[in-house]
């Protein structure tokens, strides 16, 4: 039996080679994202790969985002791989498209446990050493950049979830006060960028975003350059927390900004429309929490499309967690994130009908016939599939590879081989057969069902 995972109409019908196919409604809302974002005093941001930085995927960075958070070029084990030896080349090129396309950048990230380089995880340093290593580093890397970053993630990740500190590189050979450093020396590099600590599962009131407001209040009160929190807000369908708003109030309150850092929602897959339409709601509340506190700076998407989603290889049988699809279509997170800057567009009604089938004749001799079938998906996807025709003038199938077909009269139906019943949205399948006929040939309409 087919299963169709997205819509109901399934009625797909194809004559010869031609192609009737249904691409789902995907426009774009009337006023890019960063328009938007900015008529509410927002940045609406996204994280991006640099050498994907050109046709589409530029066009959409450039054109919809106005603050661009270097994915990884500016880990410190990308910008060091060798001790003293600098690769800034992808953090230059995203910054050089940043400025041409009047976009803040947000630097992202001095101090983690993560993504460190080797000759820095391996070496055996004493505490002295280890904190001239990071003052290094931090003066070096925010220097390079001085007055074009808009605000730095300067501490990445500082705390477990029970709102302790992290055993980290940092904190075991250093201790708490690491952070503190590390604000004072990025602060002295560039006196202009705001400085932010960031950590993930901060976005609701809890004990970890406890703890992170404890910190930012001692560090404000011990006068040390404190400017902001990302929340960094990878989210699973549905769980956005209750708490976000009050949550990111409480933080303004005590005088710093807060920014959305690393939005992203992922589900199970496949998606669906039920799926995506939730992917809406949860951004759509998530920006427009932000939205709603003065001192929220704005929200930055990780990825702004599933094709450069950290998701699928983090989080396996996860996926579809950012606002454009794999081939660069808008999905309903993106008109959420729209509606809630005041957007007018609506989302679009969930895709029907868009697995199509086609049927053609790939060759034909004296009383014999070889055809194809196609079966194409966007918008929708298949976990099995069927194929029914009628043949016109008496033609008979005689073999079939790729699927198994069954033909009685005139009606043929065809059913996905073990392997190739899947048909994932944005991909396609093909069955092949033999036939016999006689006087003509006509090629029949096939639908999936
Ligand atoms: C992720 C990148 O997106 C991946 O490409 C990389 O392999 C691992 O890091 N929190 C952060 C980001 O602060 O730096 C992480 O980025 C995602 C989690």
Same mark, same amino acid.
């Given at each position: 039996?087919?299963?169709?995972?997205?819509?109901?109409?399934?009625?797909?019908?194809?004559?010869?080679?031609?192609?009737?196919?249904?691409?789902?409604?995907?426009?774009?809302?009337?006023?890019?994202?960063?328009?938007?974002?900015?008529?509410?005093?927002?940045?609406?941001?996204?994280?991006?790969?640099?050498?994907?930085?050109?046709?589409?995927?530029?066009?959409?960075?450039?054109?919809?985002?106005?603050?661009?958070?270097?994915?990884?070029?500016?880990?410190?084990?990308?910008?060091?791989?060798?001790?003293?030896?600098?690769?800034?080349?992808?953090?230059?090129?995203?910054?050089?498209?940043?400025?041409?396309?009047?976009?803040?950048?947000?630097?992202?990230?001095?101090?983690?446990?993560?993504?460190?380089?080797?000759?820095?995880?391996?070496?055996?340093?004493?505490?002295?050493?280890?904190?001239?290593?990071?003052?290094?580093?931090?003066?070096?890397?925010?220097?390079?950049?001085?007055?074009?970053?808009?605000?730095?993630?300067?501490?990445?990740?500082?705390?477990?979830?029970?709102?302790?500190?992290?055993?980290?590189?940092?904190?075991?050979?250093?201790?708490?006060?690491?952070?503190?450093?590390?604000?004072?020396?990025?602060?002295?590099?560039?006196?202009?960028?705001?400085?932010?600590?960031?950590?993930?599962?901060?976005?609701?009131?809890? *004990?970890? #975003?406890?703890? =992170?407001?404890?910190?930012?209040? +001692?560090? %404000? @009160?011990?006068?040390?350059?404190?400017?902001? $929190?990302?929340?960094?807000?990878?989210?699973?369908?549905?769980?956005?927390?209750?708490?976000?708003?009050?949550?990111?109030?409480?933080?303004?309150?005590?005088?710093?900004?807060?920014?959305?850092?690393?939005?992203?929602?992922?589900?199970?897959?496949? *998606?669906? #429309?039920?799926? =995506?339409?939730?992917?809406?709601? +949860?951004? %759509? @509340?998530?920006?427009?929490?932000?939205?709603? $506190?003065?001192?929220?700076?704005?929200?930055?998407?990780?990825?702004?499309?599933?094709?450069?989603?950290?998701?699928?290889?983090?989080?396996?049988?996860?996926?579809?967690?950012?606002?454009?699809?794999?081939?660069?279509?808008?999905?309903?997170?993106?008109?959420?994130?729209?509606?809630?800057?005041?957007?007018?567009?609506?989302?679009?009604?969930?895709?029907?009908?868009?697995?199509?089938?086609?049927?053609?004749?790939?060759?034909?001799?004296?009383?014999?016939?070889?055809?194809?079938?196609?079966?194409?998906?966007?918008?929708?996807?298949?976990?099995?599939?069927?194929?029914?025709?009628?043949?016109?003038?008496?033609?008979?199938?005689?073999?079939?590879?790729?699927?198994?077909?069954?033909?009685?009269?005139?009606?043929?139906?065809?059913?996905?081989?073990?392997?190739?019943?899947?048909?994932?949205?944005?991909?396609?399948?093909?069955?092949?057969?033999?036939?016999?006929?006689?006087?003509?040939?006509?090629?029949?309409?096939?639908?999936?069902?």
């Amino acid at each position: 039996m087919r299963s169709l995972r997205t819509g109901s109409s399934l009625a797909a019908l194809v004559t010869g080679a031609a192609l009737l196919f249904t691409a789902p409604a995907a426009h774009a809302a009337d006023s890019p994202l960063r328009d938007l974002a900015a008529a509410r005093g927002k940045v609406i941001g996204t994280a991006v790969t640099g050498a994907k930085l050109t046709g589409t995927y530029g066009d959409i960075a450039g054109s919809q985002f106005s603050s661009l958070t270097p994915g990884n070029a500016m880990k410190w084990g990308t910008v060091e791989p060798t001790q003293g030896s600098f690769n800034w080349t992808e953090a230059d090129q995203i910054v050089a498209f940043a400025q041409a396309h009047n976009q803040q950048v947000r630097g992202h990230t001095l101090v983690w446990h993560n993504q460190n380089p080797s000759w820095l995880t391996n070496g055996s340093w004493t505490p002295t050493q280890l904190s001239g290593l990071l003052q290094n580093h931090i003066s070096t890397e925010v220097g390079r950049y001085k007055g074009k970053i808009a605000a730095w993630d300067v501490v990445n990740e500082p705390f477990n979830e029970d709102g302790t500190y992290r055993s980290t590189l940092w904190y075991d050979n250093l201790g708490a006060d690491y952070i503190a450093n590390a604000l004072t020396w990025a602060h002295a590099a560039d006196p202009g960028a705001k400085l932010y600590i960031n950590d993930y599962n901060v976005e609701g009131v809890g *004990a970890k #975003s406890t703890a =992170l407001y404890n910190l930012v209040k +001692d560090l %404000k @009160s011990r006068g040390v350059p404190i400017d902001g $929190v990302g929340l960094q807000a990878h989210l699973v369908l549905g769980q956005v927390p209750a708490t976000l708003q009050q949550n990111i109030q409480r933080f303004a309150d005590l005088g710093v900004d807060v920014a959305i850092t690393e939005l992203d929602v992922r589900m199970a897959l496949p *998606a669906d #429309s039920a799926k =995506l339409a939730q992917q809406a709601a +949860d951004f %759509k @509340s998530v920006v427009a929490a932000c939205a709603a $506190v003065t001192r929220c700076a704005g929200v930055t998407v990780w990825g702004f499309t599933d094709s450069d989603s950290w998701v699928p290889s983090t989080f396996p049988g996860y996926g579809a967690a950012t606002p454009y699809d794999e081939n660069y279509a808008p999905k309903p997170a993106y008109f959420g994130i729209a509606q809630a800057l005041g957007g007018t567009t609506t989302t679009p009604p969930p895709p029907t009908g868009a697995c199509s089938a086609t049927y053609s004749v790939t060759s034909q001799w004296n009383t014999g016939f070889t055809g194809q079938v196609t079966i194409a998906c966007s918008g929708a996807s298949l976990s099995s599939w069927k194929a029914n025709w009628t043949f016109g003038a008496g033609q008979k199938i005689t073999q079939s590879w790729n699927a198994t077909c069954a033909q009685s009269g005139t009606a043929v139906s065809c059913a996905n081989a073990p392997y190739n019943g899947s048909v994932p949205d944005g991909s396609s399948v093909s069955f092949g057969f033999n036939g016999s006929w006689s006087g003509s040939n006509p090629v029949p309409t096939v639908t999936l069902g």
